[in-house]
């Protein structure tokens, strides 16, 4: 089983349209979709339409949500690395829920870890980890 931990950027894109690209995600076999209570809430305040809202309560009725708030669960290495003080917990969050990967569209804070494995989770762009489940 590959566990996947998604940003709330990926939640609210899966949500804001009904007809995106990124729905694929839910649809992978031998996969566990993971997000935290954190990022499902910053997707939700994002949100505007009630509809878009309708359906990200669906796409979240298969994701295990981690409840804990990991805004003080902290390391070092973490702090180290640069992450602004909004996205440590969604990084936090994947380490702490086992996640091999992380999937974040946020190229500005995450891009440079793009293809690095770090503390065990691999960072990728959704769409480079849909184009390996393919092959």
């Not at 949500?15 to 809430?41: C, F, K, N, P, Q």
């Not at 990200?56 to 949500?65: E, M, T, V």
């Not at 500005?108 to 770090?118: C, D, E, L, N, S």
Request: proline share 4%; glycine share 8%; charged share 25%.
């Amino acid at each position: 089983m590959d566990r996947v931990f998604l940003d709330a950027n990926i939640l609210f894109s899966a949500a804001y349209r009904s007809d995106t690209g990124l729905l694929r995600l839910w649809h992978l076999e031998g996969v566990e979709r993971i997000t935290s209570a954190y990022a499902l809430e910053e997707a939700r305040l994002n949100l505007e339409e009630p509809e878009q809202r309708i359906r990200l309560d669906r796409l979240a009725g298969s994701l295990k949500i981690l409840g804990r708030q990991q805004a003080d669960f902290c390391l070092p290495e973490v702090e180290v690395m640069g992450f602004p003080d909004k996205d440590r917990p969604i990084f936090m969050a994947a380490i702490e829920s086992g996640a091999k990967h992380l999937l974040t569209g946020d190229i500005r804070h995450f891009g440079k870890y793009y293809g690095q494995t770090v503390k065990g989770v691999l960072i990728l762009p959704p769409a480079d980890y849909l184009r390996a489940r393919q092959t």
